[in-house]
């Protein structure tokens, strides 16, 4: 056989059963069509020389807010801010240089790291505003303030939780609850045109490209009126650079169904966010103690969404962070298999942050996998850890328990959740292995399992992607170290992505300096 292009001169690690690994990789008509040892001596139309770098399979980021990730990718980001005068400059020195009056967007804001520990406030967003609308999103995405002129598209009802007033009871532009951030997106983005939702889709797969991404587990619907969003990526996603795989946020099962998608849910919110106090705890927090979180919605009403999905054969999965939320998804699941017999569907848990061991043990007598964020202890659980100060030290440990999880053989998915982290799957991978708190680190197999093989599972494409395997896509990231021979050596967290292959063709490479 002609090979239409060739591979040579690395390291191609499979991900395969047996964790094989090769010098080279043959590619025709989009699929692995072989890997040797040694030397390759074959036909071929084309070769590229790896230069000893190594190969992975194509990466995965499983779950991604895609529409505001890509509005991220045009923002400030304020995670460096220690003050508001830091917040409130970086704003206006983008107000500034952005002409017109349009859109300014402030990302990975932190009021527990802001001297003041609070939000700016509406009026103090005006003055810096020159004329745009002005958005400061919480790093969680669980909270928001908003500027005049954004507060009057956002039109949140006064009285509605989580909006803050000011001693005069008057709305200060401030939305630190569920309820009312979501309900002031869904206005907002609903004002978005089909081409600007759309724009924002495309910036974020064309970055994501740039970090080895070849898949992504996207979630739409529930902040765009009618669900417009969704319908807008059904029709176009195709023309995007990678696979994206789409999760509708509806609690009606049958609003999925009727676009032909077979999965639903994504981020419905059972619970919060730690840094809200939101996130739904056994035990009140230590720096709120009157507060232990909060539950959004009944027992009966996740019942009735995972039952629907169930009966429909859909595949279905939501937002469980703290561990009363985690409980209720996953007794449902209970209650509905007990009703309805266990099937083949792959059912999902997302983020899993703070479970009990009896929680670990529940999720893999289920048999539910486990979509968690790395990205989570990677920005919050270092120096200073944020995790530490909202709930102490001894549940920051107990946070993302990767090693747990995997010794109990659940099937476990590493995502970004971006917008509230930015797509580096391989830093993430990194970290998982040699991370700042050595209580969550697991394998250097395992972390690569967790966007790769794991995620094509998940999906129930495994026969088709995630590992270089014979007749599988030719999905694959070139990458400047090989994560097995730095494992022991901080090197490993400044692996970078040098090039990445979608159905065997390069669709992005990384200039030579």
Same mark, same amino acid.
């Given at each position: 056989?002609?090979?239409?292009?060739?591979?040579?001169?690395?390291?191609?690690?499979?991900?395969?059963?047996?964790?094989?690994?090769?010098?080279?990789?043959?590619?025709?008509?989009?699929?692995?069509?072989?890997?040797?040892?040694? !030397?390759?001596?074959?036909?071929?139309?084309?070769?590229?020389?790896? &230069?000893?770098?190594?190969?992975?399979?194509?990466?995965?980021?499983?779950?991604?807010?895609?529409?505001?990730?890509?509005?991220?990718?045009?923002?400030?980001?304020?995670?460096?801010?220690?003050?508001?005068?830091? $917040? *409130?400059?970086?704003?206006?020195?983008?107000?500034?240089?952005?002409?017109?009056?349009?859109?300014?967007?402030?990302?990975?804001?932190?009021? =527990?790291?802001?001297?003041?520990?609070?939000?700016?406030?509406?009026?103090?967003?005006?003055? /810096?505003?020159?004329?745009?609308?002005?958005?400061?999103?919480?790093?969680?995405?669980?909270?928001?303030?908003?500027?005049?002129?954004?507060?009057?598209?956002?039109?949140?009802?006064?009285?509605?939780?989580?909006?803050?007033?000011?001693?005069?009871?008057?709305?200060?532009?401030?939305?630190?609850?569920?309820?009312?951030?979501?309900?002031? =997106?869904?206005?907002?983005?609903?004002?978005?045109?089909?081409?600007?939702?759309?724009?924002?889709?495309?910036?974020?797969?064309?970055?994501?490209?740039?970090?080895?991404?070849?898949?992504?587990?996207?979630?739409?619907?529930?902040?765009?009126?009618?669900?417009? !969003?969704?319908?807008?990526?059904?029709?176009?996603?195709?023309?995007?650079?990678?696979?994206?795989?789409?999760?509708?946020?509806?609690?009606?099962?049958?609003?999925?169904?009727?676009?032909?998608?077979?999965?639903?849910?994504?981020?419905?919110?059972?619970?919060?966010?730690?840094?809200?106090?939101?996130?739904?705890?056994?035990?009140?927090?230590? !720096?709120?103690?009157?507060?232990?979180?909060?539950?959004?919605?009944?027992?009966?009403?996740?019942?009735?969404?995972?039952?629907?999905?169930?009966?429909?054969?859909?595949?279905?999965?939501?937002?469980? /962070?703290?561990?009363?939320?985690?409980? =209720?998804?996953?007794?449902?699941?209970?209650?509905?298999?007990?009703?309805?017999?266990?099937?083949?569907?792959?059912?999902?848990?997302?983020?899993?942050? *703070?479970?009990?061991?009896? =929680?670990?043990?529940?999720?893999?007598?289920?048999?539910?996998?486990?979509?968690?964020?790395?990205?989570?202890?990677?920005?919050?659980?270092?120096?200073?850890?944020?995790?530490?100060?909202?709930?102490?030290?001894?549940?920051?440990?107990?946070?993302?328990?990767?090693?747990?999880?995997?010794?109990?053989?659940?099937?476990?998915?590493?995502?970004?959740?971006?917008? $509230?982290?930015?797509?580096?799957?391989?830093?993430?991978?990194?970290?998982?292995?040699?991370?700042?708190?050595?209580?969550?680190?697991?394998?250097?197999? !395992?972390?690569?399992?967790?966007?790769?093989?794991?995620?094509?599972?998940?999906?129930?494409?495994?026969?088709?992607?995630?590992? *270089?395997?014979?007749?599988?896509?030719?999905?694959?990231?070139?990458?400047?170290?090989?994560?097995?021979?730095?494992?022991?050596?901080? &090197?490993?967290?400044?692996?970078?992505?040098?090039?990445?292959?979608?159905?065997?063709?390069?669709?992005?490479?990384?200039?030579?300096?």
């Amino acid at each position: 056989m002609k090979f239409d292009v060739v591979y040579y001169n690395g390291t191609v690690i499979s991900m395969d059963e047996k964790e094989s690994k090769y010098h080279w990789v043959a590619v025709k008509d989009g699929k692995i069509a072989a890997l040797g040892l040694g !030397d390759f001596t074959g036909e071929t139309s084309e070769t590229f020389d790896l &230069e000893k770098h190594t190969v992975l399979p194509g990466l995965c980021d499983c779950h991604v807010h895609v529409m505001s990730a890509g509005t991220m990718l045009n923002s400030v980001m304020l995670q460096d801010c220690t003050c508001l005068r830091d $917040v *409130l400059s970086a704003l206006e020195e983008r107000c500034l240089a952005e002409p017109g009056d349009g859109w300014v967007y402030g990302f990975n804001f932190l009021d =527990q790291a802001i001297k003041e520990h609070r939000y700016p406030t509406k009026y103090e967003l005006d003055e /810096i505003s020159h004329g745009h609308k002005v958005i400061v999103f919480a790093a969680s995405m669980h909270g928001n303030a908003y500027n005049s002129k954004v507060d009057a598209i956002a039109a949140v009802p006064e009285g509605y939780p989580g909006v803050e007033v000011d001693e005069k009871g008057a709305p200060t532009g401030v939305y630190t609850s569920d309820e009312a951030t979501f309900y002031a =997106q869904n206005n907002i983005w609903g004002s978005f045109s089909d081409d600007e939702i759309w724009k924002f889709v495309q910036d974020c797969a064309e970055h994501a490209v740039t970090q080895g991404v070849t898949s992504m587990h996207g979630l739409f619907g529930q902040f765009v009126e009618g669900d417009r !969003d969704v319908d807008i990526v059904l029709a176009r996603k195709d023309t995007l650079p990678i696979d994206l795989t789409v999760f509708h946020q509806t609690w009606e099962p049958e609003e999925a169904a009727k676009r032909g998608l077979v999965r639903v849910g994504g981020c419905l919110t059972l619970d919060g966010a730690a840094f809200e106090h939101t996130m739904a705890c056994f035990t009140p927090y230590d !720096d709120r103690p009157e507060l232990r979180g909060v539950l959004y919605h009944t027992d009966e009403e996740v019942y009735h969404f995972v039952s629907k999905a169930h009966a429909r054969n859909m595949q279905c999965t939501m937002h469980a /962070i703290g561990e009363r939320a985690i409980d =209720q998804l996953l007794y449902t699941y209970h209650r509905v298999f007990a009703e309805q017999g266990r099937k083949d569907i792959r059912h999902r848990l997302e983020h899993f942050c *703070l479970p009990t061991d009896q =929680q670990i043990e529940m999720a893999k007598e289920l048999n539910i996998i486990l979509s968690m964020q790395p990205s989570f202890s990677y920005f919050w659980d270092g120096e200073g850890s944020p995790f530490a100060n909202v709930v102490g030290r001894d549940r920051a440990n107990r946070m993302d328990p990767f090693n747990k999880v995997i010794d109990k053989g659940i099937t476990i998915l590493s995502g970004s959740d971006a917008p $509230v982290a930015p797509i580096q799957p391989l830093t993430y991978l990194a970290h998982c292995v040699r991370g700042y708190n050595p209580v969550r680190n697991i394998s250097v197999t !395992d972390a690569i399992k967790m966007c790769t093989i794991n995620a094509a599972y998940a999906n129930q494409e495994e026969d088709r992607k995630g590992s *270089l395997e014979t007749g599988k896509i030719a999905d694959m990231v070139i990458i400047s170290g090989n994560p097995y021979e730095l494992a022991d050596s901080d &090197e490993l967290l400044n692996m970078e992505v040098l090039c990445t292959i979608k159905d065997g063709k390069i669709i992005y490479q990384k200039e030579k300096a």
